[in-house]
């Protein structure tokens, strides 16, 4: 019976990670759909940022009230996680709570799991809150509906299903220990402190030893099995975050916020132009025979630098982006959480049609028009507010900006007074139409 | 009658073999504007005042491509940048300061990769060094205790962490400085930026400086104060939406200076 119990364990154990590894996998092909940009410098500055940001969840507190219940989930649900290796090593041997020759430390770290379990609870009950009770700005947006909703939704539930798993699997071996069960008790006494959950005891106050056996198996398997389907749903979630958050922030920009890349190639061409000794009908014969012109900007996730990818896998849709936005506080249709679940879904389109087909074909969609409209990109102020807000270092700006530079040298699709002053810088070194010659009137006007 | 106010040029100070200390970048804004002409000015007086040695480029000077960088527009971005890194370095600039924060983070930020390496102020943070070496006294004037809530511009704060330099200045006026419920990093843009200045917003049920501007009137300020010339019209353009340009002016530091200075 044990053994069979043991080899179900290495089962599930070896598929939940097995399945882990290969979405691991198709996320890095996806990532990879993008252009290359070089982020490996200041690796000591990106680490401090990291640490800061990713680790520190500096920016989380901004909002102090939500900020103060993720940093209480996140560091319950980490370190609850370590139980999780003593889990994983009692049931593939056979073991009743192996770590227990810790001793007093032992006690010391179950009873802060406890606490901690406790604490989660109650920080994912006041999240349920928040987010179905109360009408916050931020989780009311058209974007949410749906899924988004749903699953940020489903986390929440499995989280409290979890928490709850924990503690009644830790209240029925405390109980099964002060019945003297075998397998259980141990000579040594009683292993763990169980500050919290020995107040479930009277629930099972009466019960036989194989009963609680079975409610405490049962729990023990549901809470493991649950680790590991939440392991592998993190793929289809915004709870990737809890994984990608740390590259995410690495690798995100250490530049001045207001710096938008110069683009190399229009450099380049720039420089052929203004080039005095430069052939003009020397141009074309550089470029290699049937290599295509390089395309200006982005239309779809192919033209995106891989970082812009990642920070799409990224976002926790927590729309505090979208809540500093002047454009969507002013009713506009722009979101910038709205750009980067766009992004996302379009490269998961993308990639469901290389899982099926082994590559990309062309399926008639692309992320302009799409996915993302013309009037959400034409809406943004460039005021970098989303960028400041995000708490996971995302720039959805470099996005928007990508995609108007598409529009405005693809397609010349500005919208006509933009245009308008495009010409009249071109002609007169200016947004409006005043004569260059005229710079410096002002000096003599009174 | 005023004299008109004495700007030389780079050409003039060239024609002489001479380098000023400073070039006033003076901006498209500061040039053609008539609101932003009259901050160009009071920057000039000021400049007189703390006897700094400057000159501008006049009709040398072009757009520095912001406007169409940040529509889309990098070909157009970089032929101005280009041009305009020909002439400065044709002058062997080294030092610019402006009071516009576009000029200021275009020139500070996308230029040195384009061969244009200068030292790049804006003016409240030149105006502070100026301050700092005792060449400019800023005192109270007019403007003491005068509730005055300052307006961060986007791409002077967020974009480049600038938040201090104008409000120690407004500080030494002794104004009674109120902060938005929205300030420093936390600011709420104006609504110019990313070319929104050259084109009518996007359906909407509001447009973005007077959502701005209510939340500077929820202070209940005599004077916003803004350190660019594209969010003093649009803050200004708001205040007259709301019917309270009688009681509530929109100014440019600079100008409160000056203004305090009776110059
Ligand atoms: S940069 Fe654009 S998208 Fe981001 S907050 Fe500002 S207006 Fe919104
Ligand atoms: S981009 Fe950042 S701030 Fe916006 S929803 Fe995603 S995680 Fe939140």
Same mark, same amino acid.
């Given at each position: ?446 | ?10 050409? =003039? @100070?060239? %024609?002489? /073999?001479?380098?000023? &200390? *400073? ?7 500061? $040039? ?77 930020? =996308? @230029?040195? %990769?384009? /061969?244009?390496?200068? &030292? *790049? ?7 502070? $060094? ?134």
């Amino acid at each position: 019976m044990q053994i069979i119990a043991q080899v179900l364990f290495l089962v599930a154990l070896v598929a939940g990670i097995g399945f882990f590894i290969r979405n691991i996998r198709r996320l890095v092909r996806n990532i990879k759909l993008g252009k290359e940009v070089d982020r490996t410098d200041n690796k000591g500055e990106r680490f401090a940022k990291m640490a800061r940001i990713a680790f520190g969840q500096s920016k989380m507190v901004k909002k102090p009230v939500s900020g103060f219940l993720h940093v209480i989930v996140y560091v319950g649900f980490v370190i609850i996680n370590i139980e999780v290796l003593e889990i994983i090593i009692d049931g593939l041997f056979g073991t009743h709570r192996i770590l227990s020759f810790m001793g007093g430390f032992y006690d010391v770290l179950i009873a802060s799991f406890e606490v901690l379990a406790l604490l989660v609870l109650i920080g994912v009950i006041v999240f349920w809150i928040r987010r179905n009770l109360l009408n916050i700005y931020r989780f009311l947006s058209r974007e949410l509906k749906g899924w988004p909703k749903n699953d940020a939704n489903y986390i929440l539930y499995f989280e409290m299903v979890l928490m709850v798993l924990f503690l009644v699997m830790n209240a029925t071996d405390y109980q099964l220990q002060l019945n003297g069960a075998p397998h259980y008790a141990s000579e040594a006494g009683i292993t763990g402190a169980f500050p919290i959950s020995q107040f479930l005891l009277p629930i099972f106050d009466g019960m036989s030893n194989a009963t609680l056996i079975i409610i405490e198996r049962a729990a023990w398997w549901l809470h493991i099995l649950g680790i590991l389907f939440f392991l592998n749903y993190l793929y289809y979630s915004k709870h990737l975050h809890i994984l990608l958050a740390f590259p995410n922030v690495y690798f995100s920009k250490l530049r001045p916020q207001g710096e938008m890349n110069n683009l190399q190639s229009v450099t380049d061409e720039v420089k052929l132009m203004m080039d005095p000794d430069a052939d003009p009908f020397a141009a074309p014969a550089e470029e290699e025979e049937g290599a295509e012109p390089e395309k200006f900007g982005a239309s779809d996730v192919f033209d995106l630098n891989q970082v812009q990818l990642l920070n799409s896998y990224t976002c926790t849709e927590c729309g505090r982006c979208t809540a500093e936005c002047p454009a969507n506080q002013t009713g506009k249709k722009l979101s910038p959480r709205k750009i980067m679940m766009d992004t996302r879904d379009r490269v998961e389109e993308v990639g469901e049609i290389i899982n099926t087909k082994g590559k990309y074909e062309d399926n008639g969609k692309q992320l302009l028009d799409d996915f993302i409209l013309r009037e959400e990109l034409w809406a943004c102020t460039t005021c970098n507010a989303c960028v400041e807000a995000c708490p996971v270092g995302i720039d959805p700006l470099s996005i928007i900006l990508d995609m108007r530079r598409y529009l405005v040298m693809e397609e010349s699709a500005a919208p006509n007074e933009l245009a308008i002053a495009m010409t009249n810088i071109e002609n007169n070194g200016a947004p409006w139409p005043y004569n260059q010659q005229d710079r410096l009137n002002w000096a003599k006007e009174n | 009658m005023a004299e008109a106010l004495k700007v030389p040029t780079m050409a =003039e @100070y060239m %024609a002489e /073999g001479k380098k000023p &200390e *400073v070039l006033f970048w003076v901006g498209c804004a500061g $040039s053609f504007d008539d609101r932003a002409k009259k901050i160009t000015k009071a920057f000039v007086k000021l400049l007189h005042e703390a006897g700094v040695d400057f000159a501008v480029l006049g009709t040398e000077e072009s757009c520095t491509g912001d406007p169409a960088k940040r529509s889309g527009n990098e070909f157009l971005f970089q032929m101005q940048a280009a041009t305009n890194i020909e002439v400065l370095n044709g002058y062997e600039i080294e030092k610019v300061v402006t009071a516009c924060p576009h000029c200021f983070n275009t020139i500070k930020n =996308e @230029y040195p %990769a384009l /061969g244009g390496n200068y &030292e *790049v102020m804006h003016h409240t943070q030149f105006l502070k $060094s100026l301050l700092n070496e005792g060449k400019l006294k800023v005192e109270g004037g007019k403007f003491k205790g005068k509730r005055i809530t300052f307006h961060d511009p986007c791409y002077l704060g967020r974009a480049n962490g600038e938040y201090e330099a104008p409000r120690d200045l407004l500080r030494k006026l002794e104004v009674e400085l109120v902060e938005m419920r929205k300030c420093k990093s936390n600011g709420l843009c104006c609504g110019a930026g990313g070319g929104q200045m050259f084109k009518e917003p996007e359906p909407g049920n509001k447009d973005v400086n007077i959502e701005r501007t209510e939340q500077a009137m929820e202070v209940k300020p005599e004077v916003i104060a803004a350190g660019c010339p594209f969010c003093n019209t649009m803050m200004t353009d708001g205040v007259k939406g709301k019917n309270k340009e009688d009681s509530v002016e929109v100014m440019d530091v600079a100008e409160l200076i000056a203004n305090a200075h009776d110059l």
